[in-house]
Antibody, heavy 123, light 107 residues
Framework: QLQLQESGPGLVKPSETLSLTCSVS??????????WGWIRQAPGKGLEWIGSIDQNGGGFYNPSLKNRITILGDTSENQFSLSLSSVTAADSAVFYCVRFVGAPAGTRGIDYWGRGTLVTVSS | DIQMTQFPSSLSASVGDRVTITCRAS??????LSWYQQKSGKAPKLLIF???SLQSGVPSRFSGSGSGTDFTLTITSLQPDDFATYYCQQSYNTPGTFGQGTKVEIK
């Protein structure tokens, strides 16, 4: 059974870097045809596509996050990570790690989601 | 970025009702459109991909249609478990933008 589990600090100070890890079980992140990435949801708001990586680690990022975002894969640990630098209160959200099917944004959908982890940016 | 607009933003319906939610893209996206259901405090769940393909395990009362810029999600005979917020998402290109959501509430 495929499972994704987010981990990382729930509180980050403004201007610092938010770092999250997604541990994947049940399938290799090197599997062909899938992309692994992150979606966030600010409290009471809608869903925002952050970015994804392909089986070779190539990244696809939301331009709205400019140069603040990095997603990296670790095939030895079967996990991938998110770094978001220079955070502000506007970055506070529930962050979901997900699997995209067929393309960086999921032409066949986003079929597996982690439970989500709330990250609050506050001093 | 492609803008996705859903309407209505909320609706009230009764068990057994037929419900239709519309999603419109700001440019043509072929059939690269998915629908998700999200219940309070939970991660979204994939219902439909490719505009009309039902995800495995999703009840057949859910269906999707459309192509180009206009899409619909239909729930025939609404069930108690269906009261939730529904989102559309385009995957024609990145960023894979979502609609703002439609909250389906009990009348």
């Amino acid at each position: 059974q495929l499972q994704l589990q987010e981990s990382g600090p729930g509180l980050v100070k403004p201007s610092e870097t938010l770092s999250l890890t997604c541990s994947v079980s049940g399938v290799s992140i090197s599997s062909t045809g899938y992309y692994w990435g992150w979606i966030r949801q600010a409290p009471g708001k809608g869903l925002e596509w952050i970015g994804s990586i392909d089986q070779n680690g190539g990244g696809f990022y939301n331009p709205s996050l400019k140069n603040r975002i990095t997603i990296l894969g670790d095939t030895s640990e079967n996990q991938f990570s998110l770094s978001l630098s220079s955070v502000t209160a506007a970055d506070s959200a529930v962050f979901y790690c997900v699997r995209f099917v067929g393309a960086p944004a999921g032409t066949r959908g986003i079929d597996y989601w982690g439970r989500g982890t709330l990250v609050t940016v506050s001093s | 970025d492609i803008q996705m607009t859903q309407f209505p933003s909320s609706l009230s319906a009764s068990v057994g009702d037929r419900v239709t939610i519309t999603c419109r893209a700001s440019q043509r996206i072929s059939s690269y459109l998915s629908w998700y259901q999200q219940k309070s405090g939970k991660a979204p769940k994939l219902l439909i991909f490719g505009a009309s393909s039902l995800q495995s395990g999703v009840p057949s009362r859910f269906s999707g249609s459309g192509s180009g810029t206009d899409f619909t999600l239909t729930i025939t005979s609404l069930q108690p478990d269906d009261f939730a917020t529904y989102y559309c998402q385009q995957s024609y290109n990145t960023p894979g933008t979502f609609g703002q959501g439609t909250k389906v509430e009990i009348k």
